[in-house]
Every structure is written in structure tokens, then in C-alpha cells.
């Protein structure tokens, strides 16, 4: 409202995959209004012409609910951020027109964020972990990366599908129903009442993971209809939790850092919060994990790296600002780092 | 006594019989399920001292394996006498220098030609004994293989370690390696896995001076 000065708010438009989400902050890092509106199918996985449409027919009003929760004008904002890549093509570009359209018509500078980057940047907003290993798990992304010599390094990633296409596959192959809770959600609470271990591939190949073979043999076993499903959710989570697990333990071992920052969709699951602070523990290192609304895809975290790269100085000029549907989280100069090393 | 702790395996430097010796133990991690954490620190074990005596059957010298605990996840092995490459290469005269590294190049050349991988080629990873020889040590992430890939990444990991520790002599060392690489494996394939390390430093995600490739 009243006495807000231009130059103090970024709105970001997160669009990579099946959530359309606004977020608006000031330039000192506190959020102002943070919307989201998720795309649920009726049936099977995210298509992305679905959820691009989604994301079409929703924008307009995320980005007025957005301005009108933070009590803004749109002229107050002084730079639109939106997230450029990776991700899935339709919504990426939906995204980008949106975010493109609105800097134009307010006449501000346009600022593409790599949407994996701005997972690890407001993660450190939210814990204050400063110079954290980091392990994002969701539905489209598994890495563990970590600060080093001005970009944030790719130490392991998963060598075909994310952990939490993997947990979302075998929920629906085995008939399970999401009842408005996310399938991880599913999965987890089934677990709990597992008790019998079954033996499931383990595929950690020095730093990398690979979870394709691991699911299909999850769904074998559910096929033979000799197991309890509360006995095979309890083993896949603690398989590929462990796998994780190894990962994070082995990359923080080497980088020797102090922190280690869980984040993404799957950093919900309190089954893998708990290995993850045992890893952290017997490392000397603080725990943060990052609260569900910043761990999940949200426009806040493109704001505020936005922002981080605006004062770093780099805007993105209309002609590059195309999506980049591989981009990936180590092809980045981190310029705004710079409090370390 | 403990000498190193590492994310998977804690070395201990101990006695035994009158002579010293390496105890490499993978202890148990809290964290995870004792059925996984039991099949995985058997396997390792297993798996390791394999790849161990295989390397020997190979011509490449190894600690000499005194004794396989599966239960307990140790190998125990000689300690070996001599210095680390990490420390003894830069004090040698250039000429040495090559030689030694044209020395191990063959030495992952033999690796290479009978199936093997390392996967932590590094110059602390192998000692100068007194009399000439260069021993190989931990084979954890090694592996079975005669993928171009995984050699390709071997290699690169070889010249990634020669970049970070030695960088003033990287560039010489590295094409003595490939040199002696080359003796063994001869020029097609070595050629053809040089190209496989050109491709997997383009991927970007182990160097640093990537923008100088971009677009």
C-alpha cells in the first residue's frame, strides 16, 4: 500500500511442472503473499498440455490473489522473476508468457531462475542454513549439490526416474487412491504398519542413483499377491530412503560442510527427515529441513532468487528469455554466493 | 588406531603377528534398516577384496589380503611400505615425473584390459614401495566392466585429481598416462576412450569452466 518504495518487491511465477504458483517478496527476504494452485488429474500421471491449460486458465487469478494478499499495487513491483527451466516444456512456456506479459505491461526487468536453484536459495532463506549440502527430492528431481568454486555442483543424481516418480508410480500401479493427500503421503502411512523387510534392488553407483529397476521389482512382488502392501511400502521407503541417504552421507563427507538442507516433495516424508538427521548427526552437522510450504513448488522461491540475482546484477533480456527445459542446476554462475569459500 | 573415516569404511592402522597392518571396516549405519545395512556392508566387503585379488591376477599390484570378514565387514590387509604418489610426485626431477606416471597409466591399462575399474583413481590412492613399485589402493567403487563409459569416467576422475592436486604438472602427467595407457591397450581403444572423456567433461557437471562452452 501507502509508503512501499518501487524498488522493494519481486513477484516469481513458478510453472515447471503441475503447480502454477505466485509468490511476492521484499528485497530483505520476507514473503508477502505465497499462492499456489496445483493441477490434480483425474486419473494417472501429469500430462503436460493438461497442465499447461490448467496453468493458462489459473494464472491470471494466482497473480491477482498474489498481489492482493501482499497488499500491493502491480506497480510496485520492480522486477518479475519466473521459472525458466528444467522442466516440463507446455507449463515452462506458460509460465514464461505469463511472467513476460506482465513486465512488459508494468515495464520492469524480467529475471529467469533455474527452478532447482531457487529450491536450494529460499530453503536457506527458510532454515538459515548458509552453506548446506543439499538434498532436493520431488517428483521430477533427485540431487544432492553443494557450493563449490561459484556454482552449485551436481555431487549425485538419479540416472533415470526422481524418487518421487518412483514412490507416485508404484502408488498407482498398485491400485492406491491419493483422497486429496499427495501419493507420497499414501505410501508413508502405509509404511508405518509395515512389518516384514522384503529385499529390493539397491542401486547407488558411486555417487548416482538409479530407482527404475528398484520399482519394477516393488510392482513384481505386489503382482505375486504374496505380500502384505503395508510390508512392501514400509520396504520400499526404507530402500530408497537408505539410498538417499548413502548419497547425501557420502557427499557431505567429502565437501565437509556443516549443514545438510533437505527440501523438495519428498523431503515431507518424516521417515527419511529422521535418516537424514542420523547422517547429519554423526557428521557434526545441523539438520535443517525445510517447511512443507517452501519445500514444495511455490513462486516464492523464484521471487527470491530473483531477487538474489538481480542484485547480483543479471536480468534476462526478452530475447533469452526461452524456456530451457534441461537446464541444469550446476550450468549457472551462483554470482549472488559469495559470502564464503 | 584409527588413521582415516571416510563416508563408508574407517581404516585402522593395528598390530598383528609382529607386522603392521590395515583393518578396513564398514560399520554399521544406524540409520538404515539392519537387513539393508547388513547386505550392503557384506557385498562391499565381498566385492572389494575381489576386485583386490582380481587387480593382482592382473598384473597391478595390490595390499595383500590377510584375512575376509564377513560378519564383522573387515578386510584386513597389509600395511604397505612406501609413499603416497601424492606427496612423493612433486619432488621428483620432470623426467621422473613422466616416467612414473607412463608407470601408472599401464598399471590402469592392465585394470582396464582385464574387465576392471577402479572408480577413485587418485594419486592417494597409490604408493611408491622402495622398490619401484606402484601399488593400488581402495577398490570400493570399483567394478566388473569393460564399458567405454566407466573407463572413460575412470580416466577422467585420474585427470580430475591430477587438476585439483597437482595442477602445475596435470597437463604432462596426464598425456604420460595416456601414453602408457596406450602401451596396453593400444592406440584404438585408447583414442576412443579419450573422446569419452572429452564427452563427459562437455556434460558440465565436473568442471568448472564450462561457460567457455556455452551455446
Redesign the interface.
Known sequence: MQGRKPEQVCLGIEATADDFGVGILDFEGKVLSNVVDAFVPESGGIHPREAARHHARVAGQVISTAIQQAKIQPEDIAIVAFSQGPGLGPCLRTGATAARALAAYIGVPLVGVNHCVAHIEIGKLATKAKDPVTLYVSGGNTLVSAFDAGRYRVFGETLDIAVGNCLDVFAREVGLRRDGVPFGAVVEKLGRKGRNFLNLPYSVKGMDLSFSGLLTAAITLYRTGKHDLEDLCYSLQETVFSMLAEVTERALAHVEKREVLLTGGVAANERLQEMLKAVADEHNSLFCGVPKEYALDNGAMIAWTGILKYRAGVTTPLVDSFVRLKWRLDDEDALWVTDKC | MLIRK???ASLFLEEWQGQRIILKRRLP?????P???G??RNYRTLHESQLLHQAKAAGVPTPVIFLVDLHESIIMMEFVEGKRLKEILPTLSPGKQKLLCKLVGRMIGCLHKNCLVH?DLTTSNMILTNDGKIVFLDFG?GEKTTALESRGVDLHLMKRAFESTHFRIAEKCFSAILKGYAEILGEEVTSRVIAKIEEIELR??YI?G??EH?H
Do not use: F, N, V, W
Not at chain 2, 549405519?29 to 534398516?33: L, N, P, S, T
Open positions: 571416510g563416508a563408508e549405519k544406524e540409520y538404515r534398516h537387513q539393508i545395512d547386505r550392503i572408480g567403487l558440465g557437471r568448472s564450462r561457460s556455452e
